[in-house]
């Protein structure tokens, strides 16, 4: 039996234009798995909350992940309330920098070092800022224009969205990073139609990883 859950996570992929396996892949789980979860079925039906968190943020649905959560059943309502409403919580919001740009293609120019706006969000890296994404590389998942947040301090894993500047040249990139060994990354596009890069630590010195998307902001005006 599929119930609201299920549903909405097939919803959620066949909006981003995935298959399964893309979808899978992306999240960090086997397409066995996200087939099961979308069916409803005895394997599917109740995912764990760590498997849900990888969709969630694989799929950049962090802000979501409470109500997936929600959707199958691993909270009540009156749980959300009171984590949204807990004054103990340790959490404030904070006003974050915005910066343009950080390119969703190849290396492009930094056009403003300026912030240009702020934003509030939660955030325990007090370093953390936040950038405005130029360009279609990282489509379907995040959107030309759209605010990603970005935390220096959050220790990169392997999956992890990332933004790398060149220091040589004042260029920037935002790109899913994939550990080949300790010398060697790859930085890879969600859009099928870019190429992926690949860094050498030796003779790239001049390429930082400054911090790991954590968050993205939609504003609507």
């Known amino acids: 039996m599929v119930f609201d859950g299920n549903k909405y996570i097939k919803k959620k992929r066949i909006e981003r ?5 893309k979808a899978a892949g992306i999240a960090g789980i086997s ?8 069916k409803g079925n005895a394997k599917g039906m109740n995912p ?9 943020d694989g799929w950049s649905m962090s802000h979501e ?7 199958f059943g691993h909270v009540k309502p009156e749980d959300l309330i009171s984590k949204i409403t807990e004054p103990s919580s340790g959490k404030s919001l904070n006003q974050l920098p ?5 390119a969703a293609g190849a290396f492009e120019q930094m056009l403003n070092t300026e912030a240009v706006e ?3 969000t939660i955030q325990e890296d007090a370093e953390a800022f936040a950038l405005k994404i130029q360009g279609n590389s990282m ?16 220790p990169i894993k392997d999956g992890d969205y990332v933004v790398v500047i060149d220091e040589k040249n004042k260029t920037g990139t935002f790109k899913k990073y994939a550990k080949l060994n300790e010398d060697l990354y790859i930085l890879k596009p969600l859009n099928d139609e870019f190429n992926d890069m690949i860094i050498d630590k030796k003779f790239h010195k001049h390429h930082k ?13």
């Open 17 to 21: 234009g995935w298959s399964i396996r």
């Open 31 to 38: 397409d066995a798995a996200l087939g099961d979860i979308e």
């Open 48 to 56: 764990s909350t760590t498997t849900l968190r990888k969709i969630c």
């Open 65 to 71: 992940y409470m109500y997936v959560l929600l959707l």
């Open 98 to 102: 915005v910066y343009r740009y950080v």
């Open 118 to 120: 702020t934003i509030q």
């Open 139 to 154: 489509n379907p998942v995040f959107k030309d224009g759209q605010i990603i947040v970005v935390s220096p301090n959050t």
């Open 209 to 221: 990883i400054v911090g790991v998307v954590v968050e993205t902001v939609t504003k609507y005006r």
